[in-house]
């Protein structure tokens, strides 16, 4: 059985506040147990305020938890060579608008350790992978916004990360940069990388995740792979393949005493987004 790229046990963090409002401060966090399979694609979800970026920020170790741990391929997060295994993309990503975008990823693997040939390979391997080989000698300061997060992706798996972890990557994103973009992630995951994602927009990350996390108010109120949880109940939808408009009016079990096949069987699912609305209202009218 493989190790899970990430696991949150019991993780609480609570910000003091010197209001006289807040005297007891404020749980960002509370008591999340989370586990992310290594190889899939994992969606975070939650309102804004809902912990799920400070919940990434322990995980990478930026920000110290008030109790619970973390681990990284069951290395605790707090040690720094558990993040040599991990890509980080920000949701704001800042750059050296003088450099181009082939030394941006110079600049990178240097900090990474990489130098000579193999980091001009690996500049130029990146480069390809992200769908900027034509602006490679163009300065980021003339990126689009699409081109600075596929940029920021590239400088994310520099040094070859296990895990990727991305913070609203196709935020302020044109829909043809998001659909680059998307397509990045589906071929980073072809390739065995796991990547915990953060994000907005919930028809992306219904077509790209493998599982799912609802977060609220600093507590995971859902999680489970994403068919199921979008699944409607009580409901099932059979897909018939050469039957007859008379056969479609029979019950289930004369299709096959008819000769017809059913191609496949399966619930109906709602839209992500309608699902997200409805648990997150229901969590606040609690």
Do not use: W
Not at 234 to 260: C, Y
Request: hydrophobic share 40%.
């Amino acid at each position: 059985m493989s190790v899970p790229a990430i696991t949150i046990k019991n993780l609480t963090k609570r910000f003091t506040n010197p209001s006289v409002f807040s005297r007891g401060g404020i749980v960002a966090v509370d008591d999340l147990s989370l586990t992310v399979e290594a190889g899939h694609v994992y969606g975070l979800l939650g309102p804004n305020g809902s912990g799920k970026s400070t919940t990434m920020k322990i995980v990478l170790g930026l920000v110290t938890p008030t109790s619970g741990r973390t681990f990284i391929f069951d290395k605790d997060s707090r040690d720094v060579e558990s993040r040599e295994a991990v890509g980080f993309l920000p949701e704001n990503p800042y750059f050296y608008k003088f450099l181009t975008g082939e030394e941006t990823l110079h600049f990178y693997g240097k900090l990474c350790g990489l130098r000579g040939a193999a980091l001009a390979a690996r500049a130029r391997e990146l480069l390809a992978l992200a769908g900027l080989e034509d602006a490679a000698h163009r300065r980021v300061g003339g990126y689009s916004k699409g081109m600075l997060q596929r940029i920021g992706l590239a400088q994310a798996l520099v040094q070859e990360p296990r895990l990727l972890v991305l913070d609203e990557p196709t935020a302020g994103v044109d829909p043809a940069g998001s659909r680059q973009i998307r397509d990045l992630i589906v071929s980073l995951k072809q390739r065995g990388i796991t990547v915990l994602l953060c994000s907005h927009l919930l028809s992306q990350v219904q077509e790209i995740c493998d599982r799912i996390g609802i977060m609220h108010r600093g507590r995971l109120i859902r999680e489970g792979p994403l068919e199921e949880m979008i699944a409607i109940e009580n409901q099932t939808e059979l897909v018939v393949e050469n039957a007859t408009p008379e056969l479609l009016a029979d019950l289930k079990a004369r299709v096959a005493a008819a000769g017809a096949r059913v191609v496949g069987e399966a619930r109906p699912q709602q839209n992500l987004e309608r699902y997200f609305l409805d648990v997150t209202r229901d969590a606040r009218d609690e």
